[in-house]
C-alpha cells in the first residue's frame, strides 16, 4: 500500500493534536479567528479521514475522534452552522452596512456544514463512532430528519421547469451575496444527501444505541415513511430535455437507457434503511403499523422487481415482509415504561440565542465579516495550504474520462482546468461545446481570486 507524504494531509500526530483541541463555540464566535483555526483543523481531518478509507489505509482519524470523545463536539459544531445559516446569514444579508470586501470568509461558514456530514459520513460507517456519540446521537438522527423533509419536500413541491433546469452554471454577474445565497441553496442538496447516508449508518448500528434513538427514528419522525416518500418523488432523479439525469458522486449524470434500472447509491441507502427499519426484531415490536403506516409501506410493493431485487438481494425478505404485511394487522406496539431522553443541542442554542439574532448578526459584521486586507491576504495563504489540489484529486476514486469520448483522460484543459481530454484531437473536437463554458468557469474563478487576493 502506497503511504507516500503525497497521499496525506496530515500524520498520526498531527491529527490527534487537532482532534485533541476541537471545541465548541457560541453562537457569536462564529467567523472569529478561533473558528477559522479549527475550520481548517475540520477539513484537513475530512480530507484524511477519506484518504483513510478509500485507501483501505489505517483509519487513524475515526479512531481518534472516537477515543478523544469528539463525535458530539462535531455534532453540535454541525448544528450549530445549520442554525447560523437559518436564523443568522439572512439577517447579515439584509444589513444595510454590509459591504464586505470579499465573500470568501462567509461562504466557509457555509461550506462547514457540508464539510461536518461528509466527515461524519465517513466515520459514522463504523459501530463504534455510532456508541461514542452517546446522547448526541438524538441530535444526529433529528438533524437527519430535518434534512430528510426538507429532501422529501423539495420534491413534491418543486417548480417542473426549475427541477428540470440544469443548476451547475455560474452566474457571473450575480452580486455577491445573491451568489453566495445560491450557493447555499445548492450547497443544502448536497448536505441532505449525505444526512440520508449516515441516517443509514446510524440504522446499521441501531441495536448498539440509545434505545430513545430507535424510538425517535420510529415512532417520533416515523422515519419509514419518509423513506417511502423519498422513493416515490427520488429528487437525485430529474428529466433534462427529454433525457433522465441521476445525481451521483456531486454531479448530475446522463444515464443511458439501458442503464436506467441500475440501482444508485443514494437508491442503495434508502433501501437498507428500509431494510434495517422494518425487519430488524426490536424495531418490528416498536414500530405501530397502523393503518396509514401500512398503507404507506405497502407502495413499496410496485418498486420490489427482480431486476431491483437482483441488485439487492435481501430486499427479497423485505418483499416477503410486505406481502405478510397486507394480508395481517399485526399487533399494536409494545408500550415499555421508559424514561426518554430528548436531544438538547437545538434547542439549547434556540434557547441561548433567541431574540439575539440581529445583535449577533451585527457583532460578526463587524468582528469577523469585514476583514482587513492583510488578514484576507493570510486566510487566502492558508487556505491554499489546507486545499491542496493534488492531495483533492488523489480524494477522487475514479480516472477523469475524456469529455469527448469518455475513455480515460490525461490531459485538461488550459484555460478552466475543469474538463479533461485523452488527447489534442478529442479537445480540438469538443471546443465548440466547451467553448462558453470554459469561459464561465475562468470568470467565475478570476472572481474568486479577486475576493481572495486583494490588490496591495
Same mark, same amino acid.
Given at each position: 500500500?502506497?503511504?507516500?507524504?503525497?497521499?496525506?494531509?496530515?500524520?498520526?500526530?498531527?491529527?490527534?493534536?487537532?482532534?485533541?483541541?476541537?471545541?465548541?463555540?457560541?453562537?457569536?464566535?462564529?467567523?472569529?479567528?478561533?473558528?477559522? +483555526?479549527?475550520?481548517?483543523?475540520?477539513?484537513?481531518?475530512?480530507?484524511?479521514?477519506?484518504?483513510?478509507?478509500?485507501?483501505?489505509?489505517?483509519?487513524?482519524?475515526?479512531?481518534?475522534? #472516537?477515543?478523544?470523545?469528539?463525535?458530539?463536539?462535531?455534532?453540535?459544531?454541525?448544528?450549530?452552522?445549520?442554525?447560523?445559516?437559518?436564523?443568522?446569514?439572512?439577517?447579515?444579508?439584509?444589513?444595510?452596512?454590509?459591504?464586505?470586501?470579499?465573500?470568501?470568509?462567509?461562504?466557509? #461558514?457555509? /461550506?462547514?456544514?457540508?464539510?461536518?456530514?461528509?466527515?461524519?459520513?465517513? $466515520?459514522?460507517?463504523?459501530?463504534?463512532?455510532?456508541?461514542?456519540?452517546?446522547?448526541?446521537?438524538?441530535?444526529?438522527?433529528?438533524?437527519?430528519?430535518?434534512?430528510?423533509?426538507?429532501?422529501?419536500? @423539495?420534491? #413534491?413541491?418543486?417548480?417542473?421547469?426549475?427541477?428540470? @433546469? +440544469?443548476?451547475?452554471? %455560474?452566474?457571473?454577474?450575480?452580486?455577491?451575496?445573491?451568489?453566495?445565497?445560491?450557493?447555499?441553496?445548492?450547497?443544502?442538496?448536497?448536505?441532505?444527501?449525505?444526512?440520508?447516508?449516515?441516517?443509514?449508518?446510524?440504522?446499521?448500528?441501531?441495536?448498539? $444505541?440509545?434505545?430513545?434513538?430507535?424510538?425517535?427514528?420510529?415512532?417520533?419522525?416515523?422515519?419509514?415513511?419518509?423513506?417511502?416518500?423519498?422513493?416515490? /418523488?427520488?429528487?437525485?432523479?430529474?428529466?433534462?430535455?427529454?433525457?433522465?439525469?441521476?445525481?451521483?458522486?456531486?454531479?448530475?449524470?446522463?444515464?443511458?437507457?439501458?442503464?436506467?434500472?441500475?440501482?444508485?447509491?443514494?437508491?442503495? !441507502? $434508502?433501501?437498507?434503511?428500509?431494510?434495517?427499519?422494518?425487519?430488524?426484531?426490536?424495531?418490528? +415490536?416498536?414500530?405501530?403499523?397502523?393503518?396509514?403506516?401500512?398503507?404507506?409501506?405497502?407502495?413499496? !410493493?410496485?418498486?420490489?422487481?427482480?431486476?431491483?431485487?437482483?441488485?439487492?438481494?435481501?430486499?427479497?425478505?423485505?418483499?416477503?415482509?410486505?406481502?405478510?404485511?397486507?394480508?395481517?394487522?399485526?399487533?399494536?406496539?409494545?408500550?415499555?415504561?421508559?424514561?426518554?431522553?430528548?436531544?438538547?443541542?437545538?434547542?439549547?442554542?434556540?434557547?441561548?440565542?433567541?431574540?439575539?439574532?440581529?445583535?449577533?448578526?451585527?457583532?460578526?459584521?463587524?468582528?469577523?465579516?469585514?476583514?482587513?486586507?492583510?488578514?484576507? @491576504?493570510?486566510?487566502?495563504?492558508?487556505?491554499?495550504?489546507?486545499?491542496?489540489?493534488? %492531495?483533492?484529486?488523489?480524494?477522487?476514486?475514479?480516472?477523469?474520462?475524456?469529455?469527448?469520448?469518455?475513455?480515460?483522460?490525461?490531459? +485538461?484543459?488550459? @484555460?478552466?482546468?475543469?474538463?479533461?481530454?485523452?488527447?489534442?484531437?478529442?479537445?480540438?473536437? /469538443?471546443?465548440?461545446? /466547451?467553448?462558453?463554458?470554459?469561459?464561465?468557469?475562468?470568470?467565475?474563478?478570476?472572481?474568486?481570486?479577486?475576493?481572495?487576493?486583494?490588490?496591495?
Amino acid at each position: 500500500m502506497e503511504s507516500s507524504s503525497s497521499h496525506h494531509v496530515l500524520f498520526p500526530g498531527e491529527s490527534e493534536g487537532y482532534i485533541q483541541n476541537l471545541e465548541t463555540f457560541p453562537l457569536k464566535d462564529i467567523g472569529s479567528p478561533r473558528w477559522f +483555526r479549527q475550520h481548517e483543523y475540520i477539513e484537513k481531518l475530512n480530507m484524511q479521514a477519506i484518504l483513510n478509507a478509500t485507501g483501505a489505509q489505517d483509519e487513524f482519524v475515526k479512531e481518534q475522534l #472516537v477515543s478523544l470523545g469528539k463525535i458530539p463536539t462535531l455534532i453540535h459544531e454541525m448544528i450549530l452552522v445549520e442554525i447560523w445559516k437559518v436564523k443568522i446569514f439572512p439577517v447579515l444579508c439584509q444589513l444595510q452596512d454590509f459591504n464586505p470586501q470579499s465573500t470568501f470568509p462567509l461562504y466557509m #461558514v457555509i /461550506h462547514h456544514e457540508a464539510t461536518i456530514i461528509n466527515l461524519l459520513e465517513t $466515520v459514522m460507517f463504523h459501530q463504534d463512532s455510532c456508541e461514542s456519540a452517546e446522547d448526541s446521537i438524538l441530535d444526529l438522527v433529528d438533524y437527519c430528519h430535518r434534512k430528510l423533509t426538507l429532501l422529501a419536500g @423539495r420534491s #413534491v413541491t418543486a417548480d417542473p421547469a426549475t427541477h428540470n @433546469r +440544469r443548476t451547475d452554471a %455560474v452566474d457571473v454577474n450575480a452580486s455577491s451575496v445573491q451568489d453566495l445565497q445560491k450557493q447555499s441553496a445548492a450547497l443544502e442538496f448536497d448536505i441532505s444527501l449525505k444526512a440520508l447516508s449516515v441516517l443509514r449508518y446510524i440504522t446499521d448500528h441501531i441495536d448498539s $444505541v440509545r434505545l430513545s434513538a430507535l424510538t425517535r427514528l420510529l415512532c417520533t419522525h416515523n422515519l419509514p415513511c419518509v423513506l417511502v416518500q423519498l422513493l416515490e /418523488h427520488c429528487p437525485w432523479s430529474r428529466t433534462s430535455k427529454g433525457q433522465l439525469e441521476k445525481y451521483m458522486d456531486g454531479k448530475w449524470h446522463h444515464i443511458p437507457r439501458e442503464d436506467q434500472v441500475k440501482m444508485t447509491k443514494l437508491d442503495g !441507502q $434508502v433501501w437498507i434503511a428500509l431494510l434495517n427499519l422494518l425487519l430488524k426484531p426490536e424495531c418490528q +415490536r416498536k414500530y405501530d403499523f397502523n393503518n396509514f403506516n401500512k398503507n404507506q409501506l405497502l407502495k413499496l !410493493q410496485a418498486f420490489l422487481t427482480e431486476v431491483l431485487i437482483d441488485q439487492l438481494p435481501n430486499l427479497a425478505d423485505l418483499q416477503r415482509f410486505l406481502s405478510h404485511l397486507a394480508v395481517t394487522d399485526p399487533a399494536p406496539p409494545r408500550k415499555d415504561l421508559i424514561l426518554e431522553q430528548i436531544p438538547e443541542m437545538w434547542n439549547n442554542i434556540m434557547k441561548e440565542n433567541s431574540g439575539k439574532w440581529k445583535a449577533i448578526a451585527k457583532h460578526q459584521v463587524k468582528q469577523a465579516f469585514n476583514p482587513s486586507e492583510s488578514d484576507l @491576504r493570510e486566510q487566502a495563504h492558508r487556505l491554499a495550504q489546507t486545499y491542496n489540489l493534488d %492531495v483533492i484529486e488523489s480524494l477522487i476514486p475514479d480516472k477523469p474520462k475524456c469529455g469527448t469520448c469518455g475513455s480515460e483522460a490525461t490531459k +485538461r484543459c488550459s @484555460r478552466c482546468q475543469g474538463e479533461w481530454y485523452c488527447g489534442r484531437e478529442c479537445q480540438v473536437k /469538443h471546443w465548440p461545446k /466547451h467553448k462558453k463554458a470554459c469561459q464561465l468557469m475562468v470568470d467565475a474563478t478570476e472572481k474568486l481570486q479577486k475576493d481572495l487576493t486583494l490588490k496591495t
